[in-house]
């Protein structure tokens, strides 16, 4: 698949010396979905509002569908629907005026047909004669959706598209996201839930700091976030795993003072009564048990040191 | 040009105007009326004439400078604080237009409502004195030129504007007393002579002597003065905009 979003280096400084994007280098391909996941303060929307043309790049290069975001940005800035993070909308305006307002701004002429059909598809139809002042916070939400697709955009960002939104909402939202990518649009979603990128992204990336750790496939990477570790302190240190153990992803730890299990919470089984049991006839005693689950940070901090290293 | 944006813009503002059509268009009316009452009938009463003409007419073009300017300031300085302050500019800020097509938007919308109220305190003002235009095309190019500039100069300190405060402060502090001092209500021979020399200072001066030279023929400064005095202040707000948009001043970080 071709990239349609191609990031190069990109550098954002803020005028107070604060530094939200270092270098960041990304292609998205067309038609995919891709969750970008970070902390807060991670630097996922500076690096939406720069390619959105919200926020100026202090330096490198973003094309989309080809056109430079700085100097060809009204090619660029034209396939692109933006759902922001806040909900920023004119709360005496109707529904369908604001969504036909997106429209027209973007520089598609009136169509009021294609709005009627947002509006359905996203459940406002009883509502688009209501101000938005009038409506619940999950509906504003969906206002700012059908307001990004009201000019049929190629490219559709989401940033946190369901933080602090009901369940039902956000179910719906999945399938909205899912009905545009049978369409072709390519759809960049930050959050930080690690279950929404797991129900629905097809790559994931997770950005802290300002860069750019780790893009990729979705399945390889919720195997190694659903790993966990059991570290067994001994009564005596051991010089060697014992054969009989062999079978297990076992490590020899703290100078042969403890032995670290690596498993898979995901699994059927996680394999621990086994390994106790087994642990016990093959003369180990244990004298203490922890577990611990690598926070996405960890994980992928450790997985940019050994790519330096 | 991305023209359904420019009309976009341009009719999503209007509507915020229509909305509140009796208000945008009873004020002005009670305003024109009490100064007649204050100006016109107390006060006018005891002049005979300013320079030919009666007191009465002869402030009718200032109180429509006056209502106009302001009119036209905080419309378009609303206009675009207003998605500042609850964060819609962001939907600007993506979209594919330049700084001309939100300029014949928003500016466009802003100086479309002063000239409403222009043309309604005009109304009311034949109501309550006998209104000659001699020169009604200047006296159309004079109304448009002064709607624009102070339209272009709102939505400059609308972008500017950081808090309500702030907002009102220039129109407050700087505006309506030149506006007060520009000869809206005495014709500036009326000074001793000193304030005459310093009154040259005030550029609203020109635009008012501009505007009743197209109603009576008569004016304070040459009417060429005049004309250039608003197309350099349009000018100057143009290029202002144009660098507000090219930096991303105050609305792009």
């Known amino acids: 698949m071709t990239a349609i979003v191609d990031i190069r280096d990109l550098r954002k400084v803020y005028d107070g010396g604060f530094e939200a994007l270092k270098g960041i280098t990304l292609s998205i391909r067309e038609g995919e979905i891709l969750a970008l996941l970070g902390p807060n303060g991670a630097g996922k929307t500076t690096l939406i509002s720069t390619i959105c043309g919200i926020t100026n790049p202090s330096s490198g290069e973003v094309t989309v569908g080809g056109f430079d975001v700085v100097e060809q940005y009204r090619g660029a800035r034209s396939l692109i629907g933006l759902v922001p993070q806040e909900m920023s909308l004119e709360p005496f305006t109707k529904v369908k005026d604001a969504v036909s307002y997106s429209r027209g701004l973007f520089g598609k002429p009136r169509d009021d047909a294609a709005i009627d059909k947002i509006l359905k598809q996203l459940s406002l139809w009883d509502k688009r004669n209501a101000r938005v002042v009038e409506l619940s916070g999950g509906m504003k939400r969906r206002v700012l959706i059908a307001k990004a697709l009201s000019h049929e955009p190629k490219v559709l960002f989401l940033d946190e598209p369901t933080a602090g939104v009901d369940v039902e909402l956000r179910k719906d939202m999945w399938d909205v996201v899912a009905e545009l990518k049978a369409q072709g649009v390519t759809i960049i979603l930050t959050t930080h839930y690690i279950e929404e990128a797991e129900a629905i992204a097809d790559r994931v990336g997770v950005i802290n700091g300002g860069q750019l750790l780790l893009v990729e496939e979705k399945d390889a990477l919720m195997r190694r976030l659903g790993q966990k570790t059991l570290q067994i302190e001994l009564q005596e240190p051991t010089q060697a795993i014992p054969e009989t153990l062999a079978g297990y992803d076992l490590e020899l730890v703290s100078e042969g003072q403890a032995l670290r299990y690596t498993y898979d919470t995901r699994g059927e089984s996680t394999g621990i009564t086994r390994l106790l049991g087994d642990l016990s006839a093959a003369g180990l005693q244990m004298r203490d048990l922890l577990t611990e689950q690598s926070s996405l940070e960890d994980i992928f901090v450790g997985l940019v040191k050994e790519g330096a290293a | ?253």
């Open chain 2, 1 to 253: 040009m991305n023209w359904a944006a420019v009309s976009a813009m341009y009719v999503s503002e209007m509507t915020r105007f229509f909305r509140t059509i009796a208000q945008s268009f009873i004020s002005p009316v009670i305003s024109t009326s009490l100064y007649f009452v204050v100006f016109g009938a107390a006060i006018g009463s005891r002049i005979d004439q300013v320079e030919g003409v009666s007191y009465g007419a002869f402030i009718v073009p200032g109180l429509i400078m006056l209502s106009v300017m302001t009119q036209a300031i905080s419309n378009a300085s609303f206009g675009i604080y207003f998605p500042k302050f609850i964060g819609t500019i962001y939907e600007l800020l993506s979209a594919p237009v330049n700084f001309l097509e939100v300029v014949l938007g928003f500016v466009g919308a802003a100086a479309t409502k002063a000239l409403f109220i222009g043309v309604v305190i005009l109304g009311t003002a034949s109501l309550f004195v006998d209104i000659q235009i001699q020169h009604p095309f200047a006296m159309v190019l004079f109304l448009l030129l002064t709607c624009l500039s102070f339209a272009l100069f709102g939505f400059i300190i609308g972008i500017w504007a950081q808090n309500f405060e702030q907002l009102q402060l220039i129109p407050l502090l700087v505006i309506t007393p030149l506006v007060f001092l520009g000869g809206s209500f005495y014709s500036i021979s009326m000074l001793p002579p000193i304030w005459q020399k310093i009154t040259l200072f005030n550029p609203v001066v020109y635009l008012i002597s501009g505007f009743r030279w197209s109603f009576f023929g008569t004016a304070d400064v040459p009417v060429g003065l005049s004309l250039l005095a608003i197309a350099g202040f349009t000018a100057l707000c143009m290029g202002a905009i144009w660098w507000i948009f090219r930096t991303g001043w105050r609305i792009r970080s």
